[in-house]
């Protein structure tokens, strides 16, 4: 069996912790067993470690989130990343080609794919283990995961079972995108269950569903195409048009974590970061991410989210709207993880001649190293405040320490690796600064000592 992390997002939905690197996914918001926060990911990839099936997980990612993802997780899953944002059936179907192609998988195996935005308890996993024999058992070509609903919400898809007697899984009678309010009730007297956006199938199915619409099966083949596809969703595409299904009921704890209101409830406290909520503010939520405190007096069934990208203050019921206005003012993200630490923006500026400069802060965590690369459009100048490391600069290699300035020329080749944590100010100049322009030519400290050292890229 082989499950399949769907990880991604727009990050406009919890705006503005969340961007379009670090999505909701990855704030470090929700409470461990040994109380240190952690994040969605982190909490999925624990709780399918508990269930024993970590060995048998890969993620899905658009490739800008593939340095964070590593971050958060390690390189314990296998990463399959997409060079493009192309909806949930692209995303399933490049996972199902590269398993066929790459690793060469039984085309009997079945496939798990699920969403990392989800909130559940450890048993939950635990029904992944009966995947292959219940869609053995019932010949069904898909099994899905429904859970009972506990109010009439137009917020989930609902899944309508034909139930003859009690079992174990049920025929899938009709299936409903987001009803209002009173459909939802009138499904949920027929029985209705939440769509849990998780799904079973063979790798066969997947296989023989892609070469019947004209699609490829090969790995490469759908990347070349990747770029042309449109965004389409696996639930449209496959799931409702998929004649023989089958539902699994799930009774436990389930939530969706889509939204401020949702994840509110799950934060372990009222507040997280600098500052107060009043004690007659009820219901009322902080989440401060700023150096500077925030207060909340007075004001109830609110969420406060502060970072250097924004500040939001909505009532919980209607927070999602940010959703539709941060498209307005979405910008440079002011916060970004990497597989090596975090840099965080401090200032911008562009003069009347068109010249940019960019200052950050870098963090590194001690031991971890930059790719060995280059930018054609920019120069930099880094200056060390804290810690020690190794600097790669065009093939020489030296030591950097608190308060040594290191210019890097337009072009010239330079990574750095942390021996103790590091931290220090990097100032980017030049006339066209965006996060493309790089050219990596060595990932590992390794392979960029063999290049400096040999002055050709490693084998």
């Known amino acids: 069996m082989r499950i399949v992390l769907l990880s991604g997002g727009s990050g406009k939905r919890l705006w503005p912790l969340s961007n379009e690197i670090r999505s909701k996914i990855f704030l470090k918001l929700l409470e461990s067993p040994d109380g240190v926060k952690e994040s969605m990911i982190q909490r999925i990839c624990r709780q399918l470690e508990s269930a024993g099936l970590l060995p048998y997980t ?11 993802t590593i971050n958060h997780i390690g390189d314990r899953v296998p990463i399959i990343s997409e060079p493009h944002k192309r909806g949930t059936f692209t995303a399933v179907a490049l996972a199902a080609a590269y398993f066929h192609s790459k690793v060469h998988a039984d085309a009997d195996e079945t496939v798990c794919i699920i969403p990392v935005d989800l909130f559940v308890e450890e048993s939950f996993f635990h029904i992944f283990h009966q995947m292959p024999h219940i869609l053995s058992q019932s010949q069904a070509d898909l099994a899905l995961l429904g859970t009972t609903p ?37 499904l949920i007297q027929k029985n209705a269950l939440w769509n849990c956006g998780v ?50 009921p799930y009774g436990g704890t389930w939530n969706d974590l889509g939204s401020w209101d949702t994840l509110a409830n799950h934060l372990g406290s009222s507040v997280v970061g600098l500052g107060q909520v009043s004690d007659d503010s009820v219901n009322t939520q902080l989440v401060n991410e700023l150096s500077f405190p925030v207060h909340v007096i007075d004001v109830s069934d609110i969420i406060v989210a502060a970072s250097a990208d924004g500040i939001l203050v909505a009532s919980k019921t209607n927070a999602n709207r940010i959703k539709q206005q941060v498209n307005s003012i979405l910008r440079r993200p002011m916060y970004d993880e990497r597989r090596w630490g975090t840099c965080r923006v401090l ?7 068109e010249t940019e400069t960019l200052i950050k802060k870098i963090e590194m965590h001690a031991g971890k190293n930059m790719s060995y690369h280059s930018h054609q459009k920019r120069r930099e100048v880094w200056t060390v405040i804290s810690g020690s490391g190794e600097l790669i600069l065009e093939g020489r290699l ?29 100032v980017q100049i030049g006339n066209d600064l965006n996060e493309e322009d790089i050219t990596r030519v060595a990932v590992t400290w390794e392979k960029a000592i063999e290049y400096g050292n040999k002055g050709e890229p490693p084998a």
Not at 58 to 68: F, G
Not at 347 to 353: A, G, L, V
Not at 398 to 422: E, N, R, Y
Request: hydrophobic letters at 35%; glycine letters at 4%.
């Open 150 to 186: 506990t109010h009439a919400s137009s917020q989930y898809g609902y899944i309508v079972p034909k139930i003859q007697n009690k079992a174990e899984y049920y025929p899938v009678a009709q299936f409903v995108e987001k009803p209002d309010a009173n459909h939802a009730s009138f």
């Open 398 to 426: 030296s030591t950097i320490q608190t308060g040594d300035v290191i210019q890097i020329p337009c072009g010239a080749k330079h990574t750095v690796k942390a021996i103790t944590p590091l931290v220090f100010i990097e």
């Open 199 to 248: 799904f079973a199938f063979s790798l066969r199915f997947m296989l023989s569903y892609l070469s019947s619409r004209g699609l490829p099966v090969e790995y490469e083949e759908w990347l070349d195409r990747y770029e042309q596809l449109p965004e389409l969703s696996f639930d449209h595409e496959v799931v409702e048009k998929t004649g023989h299904t089958v539902v699994i």
């Open 347 to 353: 200032d911008y500026s562009k003069t009347e001649k």
């Open 58 to 68: 890969s993620i899905v990612t658009h490739q800008s989130q593939i340095e964070i």
